[in-house]
Protein backbone atom coordinates (compact mmCIF):
# COMPACT_ATOMS: atom_id res chain seq x y z
CA UNK A 1 0.00 0.00 0.00
CA UNK A 2 1.38 3.59 -0.76
CA UNK A 3 2.28 5.29 1.85
CA UNK A 4 -0.52 7.38 3.55
CA UNK A 5 1.78 9.02 6.44
CA UNK A 6 4.81 11.83 5.08
CA UNK A 7 6.99 13.98 7.21
CA UNK A 8 4.94 17.06 5.32
CA UNK A 9 5.47 20.61 5.92
CA UNK A 10 1.82 20.71 6.42
CA UNK A 11 2.09 18.16 8.90
CA UNK A 12 5.06 19.91 11.21
CA UNK A 13 2.91 23.80 10.73
CA UNK A 14 0.16 21.86 12.70
CA UNK A 15 1.88 20.25 15.16
CA UNK A 16 3.69 23.46 15.76
CA UNK A 17 0.40 24.78 16.16
CA UNK A 18 -0.44 22.33 18.27
CA UNK A 19 2.50 22.38 20.52
CA UNK A 20 2.77 26.10 20.34
CA UNK A 21 -0.60 26.64 22.18
CA UNK A 22 -0.79 24.34 23.94
CA UNK A 23 2.34 24.33 25.50
CA UNK A 24 2.99 28.06 24.74
CA UNK A 25 0.09 28.82 27.24
CA UNK A 26 1.21 26.34 29.88
CA UNK A 27 4.48 28.06 29.96
CA UNK A 28 2.57 31.26 30.47
CA UNK A 29 0.75 30.58 33.39
CA UNK A 30 4.18 28.79 34.83
CA UNK A 31 6.01 31.85 34.08
CA UNK A 32 3.64 34.33 35.70
CA UNK A 33 3.44 32.29 39.17
CA UNK A 34 7.11 32.34 38.77
CA UNK A 35 8.21 36.32 37.58
CA UNK A 36 5.02 38.22 39.29
CA UNK A 37 4.75 36.14 42.55
CA UNK A 38 1.37 34.91 41.72
CA UNK A 39 0.25 31.85 43.46
CA UNK A 40 0.01 28.19 41.87
CA UNK A 41 -1.32 25.05 42.96
CA UNK A 42 1.92 22.98 41.92
CA UNK A 43 -0.27 19.43 41.85
CA UNK A 44 -3.18 21.43 39.37
CA UNK A 45 -0.50 22.42 37.10
CA UNK A 46 0.97 18.88 37.39
CA UNK A 47 -1.93 17.38 36.68
CA UNK A 48 -2.74 19.79 33.47
CA UNK A 49 0.35 18.77 32.27
CA UNK A 50 -0.03 15.75 32.17
CA UNK A 51 -3.36 15.71 30.51
CA UNK A 52 -1.75 18.51 27.99
CA UNK A 53 0.86 15.91 26.71
CA UNK A 54 -1.19 12.86 26.93
CA UNK A 55 -3.96 14.45 24.20
CA UNK A 56 -0.70 15.72 21.96
CA UNK A 57 0.74 12.32 21.54
CA UNK A 58 4.11 11.84 20.33
CA UNK A 59 7.25 12.63 21.39
CA UNK A 60 6.71 15.27 23.87
CA UNK A 61 4.88 12.86 25.74
CA UNK A 62 7.19 10.15 25.50
CA UNK A 63 10.19 12.63 26.62
CA UNK A 64 7.82 12.90 29.30
CA UNK A 65 8.08 9.85 30.15
CA UNK A 66 11.81 9.32 30.09
CA UNK A 67 12.08 12.74 32.48
CA UNK A 68 9.31 11.36 34.57
CA UNK A 69 11.89 8.01 35.49
CA UNK A 70 15.05 10.68 36.13
CA UNK A 71 15.67 11.76 39.57
CA UNK A 72 15.95 15.57 39.98
CA UNK A 73 14.57 16.10 36.31
CA UNK A 74 11.72 17.25 37.59
CA UNK A 75 9.88 18.36 40.45
CA UNK A 76 8.17 15.64 42.55
CA UNK A 77 4.56 16.43 41.77
CA UNK A 78 5.18 16.62 38.18
CA UNK A 79 7.17 13.27 38.02
CA UNK A 80 4.04 11.61 39.55
CA UNK A 81 2.03 12.99 37.38
CA UNK A 82 3.49 12.09 33.90
CA UNK A 83 4.44 8.47 35.16
CA UNK A 84 0.86 7.95 34.55
CA UNK A 85 0.91 8.80 30.94
CA UNK A 86 3.23 5.27 30.63
CA UNK A 87 0.00 3.48 30.92
CA UNK A 88 -2.92 5.48 30.35
CA UNK A 89 -2.83 7.76 27.57
CA UNK A 90 -6.07 8.36 25.30
CA UNK A 91 -7.24 6.14 22.61
CA UNK A 92 -8.15 7.29 19.09
CA UNK A 93 -11.34 6.02 17.92
CA UNK A 94 -12.72 3.61 15.14
CA UNK A 95 -12.38 5.95 12.51
CA UNK A 96 -8.96 6.51 12.82
CA UNK A 97 -8.23 2.49 13.39
CA UNK A 98 -10.22 1.38 10.12
CA UNK A 99 -8.50 4.25 7.96
CA UNK A 100 -4.70 2.71 9.64
CA UNK A 101 -5.83 -0.83 9.10
CA UNK A 102 -7.13 -0.15 5.23
CA UNK A 103 -4.01 2.25 4.16
CA UNK A 104 -1.71 -1.08 6.16
CA UNK A 105 -3.45 -3.98 5.02
CA UNK A 106 -5.86 -3.52 2.26
CA UNK A 107 -9.55 -2.68 2.07
CA UNK A 108 -10.01 -5.94 3.08
CA UNK A 109 -8.04 -5.91 6.45
CA UNK A 110 -10.97 -7.52 8.48
CA UNK A 111 -11.11 -11.04 6.64
CA UNK A 112 -7.32 -11.03 7.20
CA UNK A 113 -8.67 -11.53 10.89
CA UNK A 114 -11.21 -13.67 12.84
CA UNK A 115 -11.68 -10.54 15.12
CA UNK A 116 -10.71 -7.28 15.91
CA UNK A 117 -11.57 -5.71 19.05
CA UNK A 118 -12.53 -1.97 18.09
CA UNK A 119 -11.93 -0.89 21.24
CA UNK A 120 -7.77 0.03 22.01
CA UNK A 121 -6.55 -2.41 24.78
CA UNK A 122 -3.36 -0.23 25.67
CA UNK A 123 -2.36 3.12 24.31
CA UNK A 124 0.83 5.21 24.66
CA UNK A 125 2.99 8.01 22.90
CA UNK A 126 3.27 6.72 19.79
CA UNK A 127 0.51 3.90 19.22
CA UNK A 128 -1.90 1.86 20.25
CA UNK A 129 -3.00 -1.89 20.37
CA UNK A 130 -5.76 -3.95 20.01
CA UNK A 131 -6.59 -7.41 20.47
CA UNK A 132 -7.35 -9.47 17.83
CA UNK A 133 -7.71 -13.12 16.84
CA UNK A 134 -6.07 -14.81 13.66
CA UNK A 135 -7.41 -16.87 11.23
CA UNK A 136 -6.08 -19.81 12.64
CA UNK A 137 -7.21 -19.19 16.25
CA UNK A 138 -4.44 -17.60 17.72
CA UNK A 139 -4.88 -14.50 20.16
CA UNK A 140 -3.00 -11.28 18.71
CA UNK A 141 -1.79 -7.90 20.07
CA UNK A 142 -2.24 -5.23 17.10
CA UNK A 143 0.07 -2.06 17.39
CA UNK A 144 -1.63 0.67 15.24
CA UNK A 145 1.22 3.87 14.47
CA UNK A 146 -1.31 7.46 15.13
CA UNK A 147 -1.51 9.48 12.41
CA UNK A 148 1.29 11.45 10.88
CA UNK A 149 3.57 10.80 13.25
CA UNK A 150 6.50 11.71 10.86
CA UNK A 151 5.68 15.12 10.88
CA UNK A 152 4.95 14.87 14.71
CA UNK A 153 8.35 13.75 15.49
CA UNK A 154 10.16 15.71 13.21
CA UNK A 155 8.16 19.09 14.89
CA UNK A 156 8.74 18.13 18.99
CA UNK A 157 12.05 17.50 18.27
CA UNK A 158 12.76 20.89 17.28
CA UNK A 159 10.60 22.18 19.98
CA UNK A 160 12.73 20.25 22.22
CA UNK A 161 15.75 21.39 21.04
CA UNK A 162 14.37 24.98 22.26
CA UNK A 163 13.19 23.42 25.43
CA UNK A 164 16.70 22.17 26.36
CA UNK A 165 18.66 25.48 25.56
CA UNK A 166 16.17 27.52 27.84
CA UNK A 167 17.08 24.97 30.47
CA UNK A 168 20.51 25.15 29.53
CA UNK A 169 20.63 28.98 30.29
CA UNK A 170 18.95 27.93 34.06
CA UNK A 171 20.56 24.71 34.68
CA UNK A 172 24.09 24.84 33.24
CA UNK A 173 25.25 21.65 35.01
CA UNK A 174 23.88 19.16 32.34
CA UNK A 175 24.59 20.20 28.67
CA UNK A 176 21.93 18.30 26.87
CA UNK A 177 23.36 18.27 23.55
CA UNK A 178 24.19 14.82 23.12
CA UNK A 179 20.86 14.01 25.10
CA UNK A 180 19.07 15.42 22.54
CA UNK A 181 20.76 13.64 20.26
CA UNK A 182 20.30 10.45 21.17
CA UNK A 183 16.59 11.07 21.81
CA UNK A 184 16.02 12.23 18.26
CA UNK A 185 17.80 8.64 16.79
CA UNK A 186 16.06 6.45 19.25
CA UNK A 187 12.44 8.37 18.20
CA UNK A 188 13.28 8.18 14.78
CA UNK A 189 13.80 4.00 15.04
CA UNK A 190 10.26 3.72 17.28
CA UNK A 191 8.53 4.97 14.56
CA UNK A 192 10.12 1.94 12.27
CA UNK A 193 7.76 -1.24 13.59
CA UNK A 194 9.90 -3.18 10.79
CA UNK A 195 12.75 -2.61 12.80
CA UNK A 196 10.86 -2.92 16.08
CA UNK A 197 9.81 -6.48 14.78
CA UNK A 198 13.72 -6.94 14.20
CA UNK A 199 14.60 -5.89 17.72
CA UNK A 200 12.00 -8.63 19.47
CA UNK A 201 13.64 -11.13 16.89
CA UNK A 202 16.29 -10.18 19.02
CA UNK A 203 15.27 -10.63 22.34
CA UNK A 204 13.87 -14.10 21.52
CA UNK A 205 17.23 -15.21 20.43
CA UNK A 206 19.08 -13.14 23.49
CA UNK A 207 16.67 -14.91 26.24
CA UNK A 208 16.01 -17.92 24.78
CA UNK A 209 16.84 -20.06 27.45
CA UNK A 210 15.61 -17.54 30.38
CA UNK A 211 12.44 -19.71 31.63
CA UNK A 212 11.61 -16.55 33.69
CA UNK A 213 11.10 -14.35 30.51
CA UNK A 214 8.73 -14.46 27.68
CA UNK A 215 8.80 -12.17 24.33
CA UNK A 216 5.64 -11.95 22.00
CA UNK A 217 6.54 -13.57 18.44
CA UNK A 218 5.84 -11.30 15.18
CA UNK A 219 3.59 -12.10 12.12
CA UNK A 220 5.36 -10.47 8.96
CA UNK A 221 2.24 -11.14 7.02
CA UNK A 222 -0.01 -8.74 9.19
CA UNK A 223 2.83 -6.13 10.08
CA UNK A 224 4.28 -3.06 7.80
CA UNK A 225 6.49 0.04 9.26
CA UNK A 226 3.23 1.53 10.64
CA UNK A 227 1.28 -1.61 12.47
CA UNK A 228 3.13 -4.29 14.20
CA UNK A 229 1.18 -7.87 14.52
CA UNK A 230 2.39 -10.29 17.72
CA UNK A 231 1.19 -12.94 19.15
CA UNK A 232 -0.72 -12.22 22.33
CA UNK A 233 0.77 -13.42 25.34
CA UNK A 234 -1.59 -13.37 28.92
CA UNK A 235 -0.50 -11.62 32.09
CA UNK A 236 -1.45 -9.62 35.04
CA UNK A 237 -0.44 -5.67 34.96
CA UNK A 238 2.25 -5.34 37.36
CA UNK A 239 0.62 -1.94 39.02
CA UNK A 240 -2.31 -4.51 39.60
CA UNK A 241 0.14 -6.65 41.47
CA UNK A 242 1.39 -3.60 43.12
CA UNK A 243 -1.74 -2.38 44.38
CA UNK A 244 -3.12 -6.05 46.27
CA UNK A 245 0.10 -8.22 46.71
CA UNK A 246 1.00 -8.64 49.99
CA UNK A 247 3.16 -11.14 49.51
CA UNK A 248 7.04 -10.77 49.95
CA UNK A 249 8.02 -13.96 48.51
CA UNK A 250 6.11 -13.23 44.84
CA UNK A 251 7.53 -9.56 44.48
CA UNK A 252 10.94 -11.11 45.17
CA UNK A 253 10.74 -13.87 41.93
CA UNK A 254 8.76 -10.80 39.97
CA UNK A 255 12.23 -8.78 40.78
CA UNK A 256 14.64 -11.75 39.85
CA UNK A 257 12.51 -12.43 36.82
CA UNK A 258 12.37 -8.39 35.93
CA UNK A 259 16.60 -8.57 36.45
CA UNK A 260 17.00 -11.13 33.92
CA UNK A 261 14.88 -10.16 31.56
CA UNK A 262 17.08 -6.09 31.45
CA UNK A 263 20.68 -7.68 32.36
CA UNK A 264 21.70 -10.78 30.69
CA UNK A 265 20.86 -9.45 27.23
CA UNK A 266 22.96 -6.32 28.05
CA UNK A 267 26.02 -8.29 29.50
CA UNK A 268 26.02 -11.46 27.25
CA UNK A 269 24.85 -9.42 24.38
CA UNK A 270 25.24 -5.44 24.64
CA UNK A 271 21.63 -4.70 24.53
CA UNK A 272 19.75 -2.75 26.69
CA UNK A 273 15.54 -2.38 26.51
CA UNK A 274 15.17 1.19 27.31
CA UNK A 275 12.04 2.29 28.24
CA UNK A 276 11.92 1.07 31.73
CA UNK A 277 7.89 1.47 33.28
CA UNK A 278 5.37 -1.17 34.69
CA UNK A 279 3.69 -0.20 31.83
CA UNK A 280 6.09 -2.68 29.61
CA UNK A 281 5.72 -5.67 31.62
CA UNK A 282 2.82 -7.88 32.74
CA UNK A 283 3.49 -11.32 35.02
CA UNK A 284 1.99 -14.71 34.95
CA UNK A 285 0.62 -16.75 37.53
CA UNK A 286 4.29 -18.48 38.12
CA UNK A 287 5.95 -15.43 38.90
CA UNK A 288 7.01 -15.45 35.15
CA UNK A 289 7.40 -11.90 33.47
CA UNK A 290 6.06 -11.43 29.68
CA UNK A 291 8.24 -8.37 27.87
CA UNK A 292 6.52 -5.86 25.99
CA UNK A 293 7.27 -3.02 23.42
CA UNK A 294 11.00 -3.79 21.71
CA UNK A 295 11.22 0.04 20.09
CA UNK A 296 13.22 2.00 22.50
CA UNK A 297 16.26 -0.59 21.72
CA UNK A 298 19.67 0.02 22.06
CA UNK A 299 22.97 -1.55 21.08
CA UNK A 300 26.48 -0.83 23.23
CA UNK A 301 29.54 -2.05 21.58
CA UNK A 302 31.45 -4.53 23.89
CA UNK A 303 34.02 -2.02 25.07
CA UNK A 304 31.66 0.20 26.64
CA UNK A 305 29.64 -3.10 28.42
CA UNK A 306 33.46 -3.71 29.78
CA UNK A 307 33.31 -0.04 31.31
CA UNK A 308 29.85 -0.50 33.31
CA UNK A 309 31.69 -3.65 34.40
CA UNK A 310 34.96 -1.72 35.37
CA UNK A 311 32.99 0.95 36.76
CA UNK A 312 31.94 -1.29 39.69
CA UNK A 313 35.27 -2.95 40.05
CA UNK A 314 36.74 0.69 40.66
CA UNK A 315 34.01 1.84 43.34
CA UNK A 316 34.27 -1.88 44.63
CA UNK A 317 38.15 -1.29 45.21
CA UNK A 318 38.79 2.25 45.56
CA UNK A 319 40.67 2.06 42.26
CA UNK A 320 40.33 5.69 40.72
CA UNK A 321 42.40 5.12 37.70
CA UNK A 322 39.73 2.43 36.73
CA UNK A 323 37.21 4.31 37.40
CA UNK A 324 38.53 7.17 35.36
CA UNK A 325 39.24 4.46 32.59
CA UNK A 326 35.67 3.37 32.83
CA UNK A 327 34.30 7.14 31.99
CA UNK A 328 36.57 7.23 29.18
CA UNK A 329 35.31 4.33 28.04
CA UNK A 330 31.59 5.72 28.20
CA UNK A 331 32.36 8.72 25.71
CA UNK A 332 33.08 11.22 28.84
CA UNK A 333 36.28 13.61 28.35
CA UNK A 334 38.44 16.18 29.46
CA UNK A 335 37.44 15.57 33.58
CA UNK A 336 39.01 16.88 35.66
CA UNK A 337 39.64 14.97 39.32
CA UNK A 338 36.40 17.27 41.21
CA UNK A 339 34.23 16.26 38.32
CA UNK A 340 35.54 12.42 38.64
CA UNK A 341 34.69 12.87 42.05
CA UNK A 342 31.22 14.22 41.88
CA UNK A 343 30.48 11.80 39.17
CA UNK A 344 31.41 8.78 41.30
CA UNK A 345 28.86 9.91 44.07
CA UNK A 346 26.19 9.21 41.47
CA UNK A 347 27.81 6.45 40.20
CA UNK A 348 27.78 4.93 44.14
CA UNK A 349 24.53 5.50 44.83
CA UNK A 350 23.20 3.45 41.50
CA UNK A 351 25.80 0.53 42.05
CA UNK A 352 24.88 0.35 45.70
CA UNK A 353 22.42 -2.49 45.93
CA UNK A 354 25.21 -4.59 44.10
CA UNK A 355 28.21 -3.69 46.81
CA UNK A 356 26.85 -5.93 49.78
CA UNK A 357 26.35 -9.41 49.61
CA UNK A 358 23.09 -9.77 51.85
CA UNK A 359 19.08 -9.23 50.53
CA UNK A 360 18.18 -5.70 50.75
CA UNK A 361 15.86 -3.57 48.93
CA UNK A 362 17.16 -1.00 45.74
CA UNK A 363 16.70 1.79 48.23
CA UNK A 364 16.82 1.49 51.97
CA UNK A 365 16.63 5.31 52.86
CA UNK A 366 14.33 7.83 51.23
CA UNK A 367 13.02 5.35 49.29
CA UNK A 368 9.93 7.84 48.61
CA UNK A 369 12.45 10.12 46.32
CA UNK A 370 14.45 7.81 44.77
CA UNK A 371 17.78 8.92 43.79
CA UNK A 372 16.23 12.74 44.07
CA UNK A 373 18.37 14.24 46.93
CA UNK A 374 21.83 12.50 45.38
CA UNK A 375 21.06 13.87 42.06
CA UNK A 376 19.66 17.15 43.56
CA UNK A 377 23.73 16.98 45.24
CA UNK A 378 25.50 16.06 41.94
CA UNK A 379 24.10 18.61 40.20
CA UNK A 380 24.72 21.09 42.38
CA UNK A 381 28.44 20.19 42.35
CA UNK A 382 28.46 19.84 38.21
CA UNK A 383 27.20 23.40 38.12
CA UNK A 384 29.68 24.07 40.38
CA UNK A 385 32.41 22.49 38.91
CA UNK A 386 31.42 24.32 35.18
CA UNK A 387 29.19 21.37 34.18
CA UNK A 388 29.43 18.27 32.47
CA UNK A 389 28.50 16.75 28.69
CA UNK A 390 27.02 13.30 28.74
CA UNK A 391 28.07 11.39 26.03
CA UNK A 392 24.82 9.86 24.45
CA UNK A 393 25.63 6.29 25.50
CA UNK A 394 25.50 7.46 28.37
CA UNK A 395 21.39 8.68 28.36
CA UNK A 396 20.11 5.03 27.71
CA UNK A 397 22.08 3.07 30.32
CA UNK A 398 21.55 5.70 33.11
CA UNK A 399 17.63 5.63 32.27
CA UNK A 400 17.58 2.27 32.26
CA UNK A 401 19.30 1.85 35.74
CA UNK A 402 17.02 4.68 37.42
CA UNK A 403 14.01 3.54 35.49
CA UNK A 404 14.49 -0.13 36.55
CA UNK A 405 15.80 0.85 39.94
CA UNK A 406 12.40 2.62 39.82
CA UNK A 407 10.61 -0.49 39.21
CA UNK A 408 11.99 -2.40 41.99
CA UNK A 409 11.01 0.02 43.94
CA UNK A 410 7.71 0.31 43.77
CA UNK A 411 7.81 -3.68 43.61
CA UNK A 412 9.38 -3.70 46.74
CA UNK A 413 11.42 -6.44 45.92
CA UNK A 414 14.09 -7.54 48.31
CA UNK A 415 16.75 -9.49 46.81
CA UNK A 416 20.69 -10.31 46.94
CA UNK A 417 21.45 -7.95 43.57
CA UNK A 418 24.79 -8.66 44.65
CA UNK A 419 24.90 -12.39 43.31
CA UNK A 420 22.36 -11.59 40.93
CA UNK A 421 24.97 -9.09 39.47
CA UNK A 422 27.91 -11.50 40.05
CA UNK A 423 25.79 -14.29 38.61
CA UNK A 424 24.97 -12.64 35.49
CA UNK A 425 28.49 -11.11 34.61
CA UNK A 426 30.96 -14.12 35.72
CA UNK A 427 31.32 -15.34 32.42
CA UNK A 428 31.76 -11.74 30.60
CA UNK A 429 34.23 -11.78 28.10
CA UNK A 430 34.56 -8.86 25.80
CA UNK A 431 35.77 -10.74 22.60
CA UNK A 432 33.19 -13.36 23.87
CA UNK A 433 30.70 -11.02 24.09
CA UNK A 434 31.54 -9.10 20.19
CA UNK A 435 30.74 -12.86 19.08
CA UNK A 436 27.35 -13.51 20.38
CA UNK A 437 26.12 -9.82 19.65
CA UNK A 438 27.28 -10.40 16.42
CA UNK A 439 25.78 -13.44 15.80
CA UNK A 440 22.51 -12.93 17.39
CA UNK A 441 22.17 -9.35 14.92
CA UNK A 442 22.31 -11.18 12.16
CA UNK A 443 19.83 -13.78 13.12
CA UNK A 444 17.73 -11.06 13.60
CA UNK A 445 18.32 -9.22 10.99
CA UNK A 446 19.85 -5.61 12.67
CA UNK A 447 23.38 -4.60 11.45
CA UNK A 448 25.85 -3.43 14.12
Excluded at 9 to 15: H, T
Excluded at 377 to 404: N, Q, S, T, W, Y
Aim: hydrophobic letters at 40%; glycine letters at 8%; a neutral charge.
Amino acid sequence: MADADENSMGGRVKRYAQVGTGIGGFAARLAGERFFGMKGDRNKNAEDLRALLGGLKGPLMKVAQILSTIPDALPAEYARELAQLQANAPHMGWPFVNRRMTTELGSDWQSKFTSFEREAARAASLGQVHRAVSKDGAALACKLQYPDMDSVVEADLRQLKLVFATYRQFAPAIDPTEIHAEITDRLKEELDYTNEARNLALYRIMLAAEADVHVPDVLPELSTKRLLTMTWIEGRSLTDILADEPNQDRRDRLGISLFKAWYVPFYSYGVIHGDPHLGNYTARSDDSINLMDFGAIRIFSPVFVRGVIDLYRALESGDEALAVSAYETWGFKGLKREVIDVLNRWAAFVYAPLMEDRARLIEETNASTYGREVAEKVHAELKRLGGVKPPREFVMVDRAAIGLGGVFLRLGAKVNWHRLFHDTIKNFDEKSLAKHQANALKKAGLAL
